[in-house]
Structures are given as C-alpha cells and as structure tokens.
C-alpha cells in the first residue's frame, strides 16, 4: 500500500476527486422535504430480486452508528411484478433489519402497476432494481412525482428508453433530486486512486483501452414454458434471455467495464463495429441473445477501446480494464487492484491493500448528499455508458458501423405495446419455441 492510500472512508473523501462530485459540492439549499419535521428517510423498492434487495440492506445501512451520514433510514413499501417474490425478500429484510423494516400488507404491491404505488407511498426515495428495460418508466415516474432514486444500471435496453432517461435526469436535477446508479467502481477506492491519477496525467495521453467481463455466463432459466402462465410471464421469469428485458449481456453485465473506459477517457465513444454471435449457448431456452461480443469503439480524440463480453463456460474468466497511454499503462485488475506502469508507476497495494465495499459506498454518498442537499445525479453517465452499450450490441448484430448518433436517434423500440400478464412480448418464438437470433448483415436494429 502506498502512502497516498487513504486508511479510512473519510481520509479518502478528503482527497479524492468522485468525492468532490459526489460529496464535496457544497449545497447551501433547504433541506428536502424528508426532514420536514423529522430525520428519517423513508424508502421504497422496486424490484425485490437479488440486487434490489442488496441495495435495500445498502440503503438501510447508511442508518448505522459509525456512518458520518449516519441517520434514520426505513423501507415503507415494497413493488414486485411477483408475489412470491416480494414475499421472500420481505421476510429476508425483516429479519435482517427488524424495526428498520415498517412495510405493512397495504404497502405490498405486486403486478406490472406496483411502481406506482410505490411511488405514491410516502416515501422520500425509490430504490429501482428491476430488469432494466422497465428503468426508464420507472424512472421517468418517479422524478415525475418528486423523489430520490437510487436505479441500478443499465438503465434502459434500447435507445427510445435512453431519451427518456435523459430527459428525466435533466428534469430530475430541475427539481434537485439525487440520482444514484448502481456503477458502483465509481465508489470504489482503488478505481477513484487510480483514475484521479490517471486524469492527472500520470500515463500521458490515454491511446487506447482494452476492457472485458469474459466469464461463464449467469444462471440458466428458472422457469420453464410449463410453469409460467403464458409467453409473458416465461419472458419475465427468465429475463436475462430477452432484449426488451435486459438488452444482453453486453448490455447487462459488460456495461461496468465498458463504464470504465468512459470515465477514463471523460467521453463518450462517437462510434463502434464489432462482431458476436451465439457459438455454445444455443439451446431455445436461451431466449434470443448472443453469448459472445467483440466491439471496437472509437473516440472524437481518436483514442479506441477494444471490448469483449463472453458467457461461455469453461473458457477463461478475466473481468479487468486497462488503459495505455504515451507515458505508461494502467491496469484495474483483480491482482493489483490498481497499478500504475512507465514514468509515474504506482501501485495501490495488491490483494491485502484496504478495500471498500462499493455497494455501500455508493449509498452512503447518495445518502449523505441527500441529508445535506448537495447536488448529486449519476444519471447522465448512467445513461451514456448503457447507450454505449447498445451500439455495441447494434453493431455486433448488424455487422455495420454504428454511429452514437445513429444509436441516440433510433426509433427501434424494444418493449411491448402493453404490460399484461396476457399481453405479448414483441419477440415470440416460433412453434418449435425458438426465438430470432440477430444475423449480422441482415438484422437491422436502428
Ligand atoms: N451493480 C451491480 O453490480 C449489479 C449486480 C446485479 C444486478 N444488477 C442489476 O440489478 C437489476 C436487477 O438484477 P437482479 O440480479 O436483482 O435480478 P432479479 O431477477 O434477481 O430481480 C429482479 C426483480 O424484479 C422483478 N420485476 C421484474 N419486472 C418488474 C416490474 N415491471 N415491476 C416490478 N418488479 C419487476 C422480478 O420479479 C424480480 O424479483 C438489473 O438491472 C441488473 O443489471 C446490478
């Protein structure tokens, strides 16, 4: 660990630069309604899955002794577009969180409209946690009716929803609401070190990035054909294996690194081609997505970042960005951390260097800017870095060269007409169940 490794939280917000972002703007504002009369902020949730119910510990966490942005925190409502998974996760909070954990039976909402009622709970911020291609209704309604939001990335699977999202985050900073995005190696101590040094020109001119999330995939289906009650309900069960759900796993999985590139390089790819396919996880209960993509982005400073996301098991795992610039590279991998090479070679210290846990971070920045009213929005990076994303994914199904224009301005909408249990997807497999697979050269996606 080197000297300049901060030994505690707020060491590090001293010195870093997300912090002065995320926590430094100093707010001379009145207080958000929240503290009208009283400290606690009241929450809700949307989406009781596994990550919505990990921010929700995250978000009810920032209320403990030790925090500096310690203060009352309680979940007041819960929305799931299923019951017995609002259920689960209601008893697995309750458990773990006791008192803190006030969501009576007419505050468990369930079914496609539960994010209304959500929203219309007296709450002060919603946690939005859903497969992402629901994000930007959600979002859109919740900054519509005056609240915080903490929105797990991507934040949309098509470019209809990233417009959108824009739109609400220029509204939502309108009204000074706070924006959290679940991108969360922005809140992470070796990640803030290194690209503070590496936007202080440590490495020279960033040349090029390479950035992967190469692994073995996620979990197979959990539903089958069988057990759901129609083409709506399989869809939502199994969500990763469909676009207007999840947009694939470039979309859902590879955006963090993708993310990374980005905020090394402070912008925003201009265009991409690339090239995917579906070589190993072909099976029709596999839905319609690839389980392979290699993208090249370019920027307007000429600089390129080489991309791959693979879902294929048994191959090598290597979820890591790096960055090479004229005077020395920079490597964000597991090993180092954080590593520094050339001119102003640096280390962040290795496996046993003093680490955060970014998932609370996160929330404990979001929280504190809103106790405070400091400005804070992620929303629009949030939204750049998944529109980055889905060009990739446009051009490795197309096989075209893919503009950010192009991509912005598309008109292809992924999602339903209308969300009913007995409503259709757009997608619908043929009579054997199989689903279309995008073929470059033919598939068009804009
Ligand atoms: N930041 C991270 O590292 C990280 C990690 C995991 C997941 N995520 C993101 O979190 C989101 C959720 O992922 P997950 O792993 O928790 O999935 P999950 O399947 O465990 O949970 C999703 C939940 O949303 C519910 N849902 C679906 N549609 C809904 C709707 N219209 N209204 C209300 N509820 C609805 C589902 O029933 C399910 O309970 C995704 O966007 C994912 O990319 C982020």
Not at 66 to 74: F, I, L, R, S, Y
Not at 364 to 375: E, T, V, Y
Request: aromatic share 10%; with cysteine; hydrophobic share 35%.
């Amino acid at each position: 660990m080197t000297d300049a490794t901060p030994n505690t939280r707020r060491d590090f917000l001293k010195t870093s630069s997300a912090a002065a972002i995320g926590a430094g703007l100093l707010g001379s504002l009145s207080r958000n309604a929240f503290a009208a009369g009283d400290e606690t902020i009241k929450i809700g949730i949307v989406g009781c899955g596994g990550r919505g119910t990990g921010a929700t510990s995250q978000a009810l966490s920032t209320a403990r002794d030790a925090n500096e942005t310690a203060g009352p925190v309680k979940l007041v409502a819960m929305g799931d577009a299923f019951a017995d998974h609002l259920e689960s996760k209601y008893t697995l909070l309750k458990t773990k969180f006791g008192d803190q954990v006030q969501v009576d039976d007419d505050h468990k909402f369930t079914g496609f409209d539960a994010y209304k009622k959500v929203i219309a709970s007296d709450v002060d911020l919603v946690i939005l946690a859903t497969p992402p291609g629901f994000r930007p209704i959600h979002f859109e309604a919740a900054v519509a009716a005056g609240k915080n939001v903490f929105m797990e990335k991507p934040v949309a699977v098509d470019a209809p929803g990233i417009r959108k999202v824009l739109a609400a985050v220029k509204a939502a900073k309108e009204k000074d609401l706070k924006v959290g995005v679940g991108l969360q190696r922005h809140h992470q101590w070796h990640y803030m070190e290194a690209l503070k040094r590496i936007h202080d020109g440590a490495i020279g001119d960033v040349l090029a990035t390479r950035v992967y999330w190469n692994s073995g995939g996620v979990w197979d289906p959990r539903k089958t054909r069988e057990e759901c009650s129609g083409e709506m309900e399989y869809q939502m069960r199994n969500w990763y294996y469909y676009n207007w759900l999840c947009g694939d796993h470039i979309n859902e999985q590879h955006i963090h690194n993708l993310d990374v590139g980005n905020w090394i390089q402070q912008d925003f790819p201009i265009e991409c081609m690339g090239m995917g396919g579906r070589e190993v996880r072909k099976d029709k209960k596999y839905g319609e997505i690839f389980d392979h993509f290699a993208v090249e982005y370019s920027y307007e400073n000429g600089s390129k970042m080489f991309s791959q996301c693979r879902h294929q098991r048994g191959t090598k795992s290597d979820v890591n960005e790096f960055a090479h610039g004229t005077k020395g590279g920079a490597s964000l991998d597991g090993n180092t951390l954080a590593e520094l090479t050339g001119e102003n070679a640096w280390s962040y210290g290795g496996r046993r260097a003093k680490r955060n846990d970014p998932y609370q971070t996160e929330h404990d920045d979001l929280f504190n800017a809103i106790r405070k009213n400091q400005p804070y929005n992620e929303g629009e990076y949030g939204a750049m870095s998944t529109l980055t994303a889905i060009m990739g994914r446009m051009a490795a199904y197309t096989g075209q060269v893919v503009t950010r224009k192009a991509a912005l301005e598309s008109e292809v909408d992924l999602m339903p007409e209308n969300f009913a249990w007995d409503a259709m997807p757009k997608n619908l497999p043929n009579e054997n169940g199989e689903y279309a697979i995008p073929i470059p050269g033919i598939t068009k996606t804009i």
